[in-house]
């Protein structure tokens, strides 16, 4: 039973480990973890799309989510661990967003870091993701510094039912920064930090950006293209590598998101195919191997439970018109009945 | 008649003038300037909601002026005059200018002060500009201008992709040298296909000062209404450590002219998505408006402000129907030859 579940999210392990599973609950710590990265499911599809990092058989995500609930409980609430009173654990969720269609995308040209704005289409996902994450709370908000994945932040907020207002920080310069300033301590309250940084941009893709995707495979043939698109460690002309992606954008995530995160803060992060792979590729201890099959589908927010050092992969939280189920921990759970008992 | 037509947009006042009023006709490059500044209407309304009216006139209905306009709908004086033996080279270029003020934010929302805090839209907020979107939908555009902050970045962006020309806008960055260098374009077959988006703190919305965070309610009850109001409402009085109208026109108004009005020279079509205080500020130069006729001057949001710019002179066309109301909007020759080049366009 357990050889089966492997291969699903890390929630169904738990589960077994905490029901009776000796060996696997006393490694508890570590086998978890092992397990996610050699049978990871990236794009738990609920909507309908799916997308597989291994050729694995794949557990249904229903079952896989019920179950989870057993292991919020021991999540959140301690009562087997002996646990002083004041190291309260704090529990955080990080939630990544990677932006949709952009206008290059349609057009099947490299984009990198050339600033193009969403398509139609990729104004509609942001929004459905939005309506993913509404019940989601949502402390701060990292994003890149392309219009694509701010956009993506603002329209999904646009849709969350706390009402907290996300202001964009400035800090290019000193006006910018005194001009941007809020007065009003309340105020201040109900607003969401979002910070921008280049550290989170799209891969850039040097010399390539701009180009026809099947144009440049007739100009340097096909296999040198695949190559820089796909390996982990080969740049395009003048452009970076996975490898020089992940260097910027994981010491970024760990400078400036990790404390948060470590504070209890619950994080959103919008951004792009390989700087969120790049991070994901550190949360869940991957090897470059691993990483370079690793597909994000654009749109459907990737939710991780932070809590005591550890990321736990929660799969992607169900659509408001999904028949599915999605379980919460207790304290996602206690978030959204606070949402729903508020006279709106 | 005449008269009566003063009170109406400045196109109305052309037609009449072409058609023999001579002493308006004589004087045409003035009296349309004055009339328009004692009778214009802001907004002209083809949508139910309120016009606004910039003095307590009457004010025309736009379906009247704009089909005087359709009865001469070429719009003899703005295109080039086949009378005139005019030096082929001095080939007089004519450009659109589409000013758009965002909508809904999510401050507005909480009737807060806002100024120059980066506050996003509502979900009300991007439908406005979506639909702004698909007015101009059919106006030729080469480069846009934003302010810094995200309300008027989204509605640009948004708007834009209701556009049938389906040319890509391109942000630039070049606050750093990588900046500038990781947003470079290496095809020239591409880069023809942009339209350049430039961002620009001096297209900000009025900045605020200490009131802003504030709720109007609360700063009303701590300051006093008159106080609060002189200080929203007057041309130089700024609030605590904020800017006057005045202030925001003097740094709004110049980066237009630097920047912006070269390219409409050029023949540029250009579109700015930008806030109420900085677009009065423009409108307040186009129009050459007095301090005092600026404080009364309201621009709705959402809706796309046209201008045709011809040999140096702003001539306000007006606001653009949405493609569903039955109004008329007369084009010059060189949009309609535009218009027509959309629709035979296989795509």
Not at chain 2, 261 to 269: A, I, T, V, Y
Request: glycine share 6%; net charge positive; with cysteine.
């Amino acid at each position: 039973m357990a050889a089966t579940t492997f291969n699903g999210s890390v929630a169904t392990i738990k589960t077994h480990g905490y029901i009776g599973n000796s060996a696997l609950h006393q490694d508890f710590g570590n086998s978890s973890l092992q397990f996610s990265t050699k049978g990871f499911k990236i794009d738990l599809g609920l909507s309908g799309k799916k997308h597989w990092s291994r050729k694995r058989g794949s557990c249904l995500i229903q079952a896989s989510f019920y179950q989870a609930t057993t292991v919020s409980d021991e999540v959140s609430t301690p009562d087997s661990i002996k646990v002083e009173p004041i190291k309260k654990s704090k529990e955080a969720a990080l939630i990544l967003i990677r932006h949709g269609e952009s206008l290059w995308n349609e057009k099947n040209l490299f984009t990198g870091c050339v600033d193009v704005p969403l398509t139609r289409k990729g104004v509609e996902e942001a929004i459905e993701a939005g309506k993913r994450i509404s019940n989601i709370p949502v402390d701060m908000i990292y994003t890149s510094a392309l219009i694509r994945a701010q956009m993506t932040a603002m329209l999904a907020m646009t849709q969350h039912r706390r009402k907290k207002v996300p202001t964009v920080l400035h800090n290019e310069s000193e006006q910018a920064e005194s001009w941007s300033q809020n007065f009003s301590q309340e105020t201040e309250k109900q607003c969401i930090p979002v910070v921008t940084a280049w550290q989170l941009n799209e891969r850039m893709y040097g010399e390539l950006q701009g180009l026809n995707k099947q144009e440049t495979a007739d100009k340097y043939g096909k296999e040198q293209v695949h190559e820089w698109r796909r390996s982990y460690d080969i740049p395009p002309p003048n452009g970076e590598s996975l490898e020089m992606c992940a260097e910027r954008a994981v010491a970024y995530f760990k400078e400036h998101i990790e404390p948060q995160l470590q504070a209890g803060k619950n994080v959103m992060i919008a951004a792009h195919g390989n700087s969120l792979r790049s991070i994901i590729m550190y949360l869940d201890k991957l090897t470059s191997q691993e990483v370079i099959s690793l597909e994000l589908s654009t749109g459907i927010p990737m939710l991780y439970i932070v809590k005591e050092e550890k990321y736990i992969r929660r799969g992607s939280p169900a659509a408001p018109s999904e028949a599915s189920v999605y379980a919460y921990t207790k304290n996602l759970a206690r978030y959204r009945q606070k949402l729903d008992e508020m006279v709106h | 008649m005449a008269a009566m037509a003063s009170h109406q947009s400045i196109a109305s006042l052309h037609s009449h003038g072409c058609i023999g009023s001579s002493t308006l006709h004589q004087e045409c490059g003035n009296v349309s300037m004055k009339l328009m500044r004692r009778g214009f209407k802001l907004e002209i309304e083809p949508t139910k909601r309120e016009g606004y009216c910039s003095r307590k006139r009457s004010c025309g209905s736009i379906q009247a002026s704009s089909s005087s306009l359709q009865n001469s709908a070429s719009s003899p004086i703005l295109t080039p005059l086949t009378g005139t033996k005019s030096d082929p080279s001095k080939k007089s270029s004519e450009a659109a200018l589409i000013l758009i003020r965002h909508g809904e934010s999510l401050w507005n929302e909480k009737n807060l002060f806002t100024g120059c805090v980066d506050v996003p839209l509502t979900k009300k907020g991007v439908e406005e500009a979506v639909e702004a979107g698909k007015m101009i939908s059919n106006i030729p555009i080469d480069m846009i201008y934003t302010s810094s902050l995200i309300r008027a970045q989204m509605t640009a962006m948004l708007a834009m992709t209701q556009h049938r020309r389906k040319k890509v806008p391109i942000v630039m960055h070049d606050e750093n040298e990588q900046a500038k260098a990781w947003s470079q374009i290496f095809s020239e077959e591409t880069k023809k296909q942009c339209i350049p988006v430039v961002t620009a703190w001096q297209l900000n919305e009025r900045m605020y000062g200490e009131l802003q965070g504030l709720n109007k309610q609360e700063t009303a009850d701590k300051y006093g209404k008159e106080q609060v109001h002189e200080w929203r409402r007057s041309y130089d009085i700024p609030p605590p450590n904020g800017e006057s109208l005045e202030m925001c026109a003097e740094r709004a108004v110049p980066y237009f002219k630097d920047q912006i009005e070269p390219q409409l020279q050029e023949g540029k079509n250009v579109m700015i998505a930008a806030h109420g205080n900085s677009l009065r500020s423009i409108i307040m130069y186009l129009d050459k408006l007095t301090s005092q006729e600026v404080i009364s001057l309201e621009l709705s949001t959402g809706i796309p402000m046209l201008y045709i710019v011809k040999e140096e002179k702003y001539i306000r066309r007006g606001s653009l129907a949405a493609p569903t109301e039955a109004g008329v909007y007369a084009y010059t020759k060189n949009l309609a030859k535009y218009r027509q080049k959309l629709d035979e366009m296989l795509h």
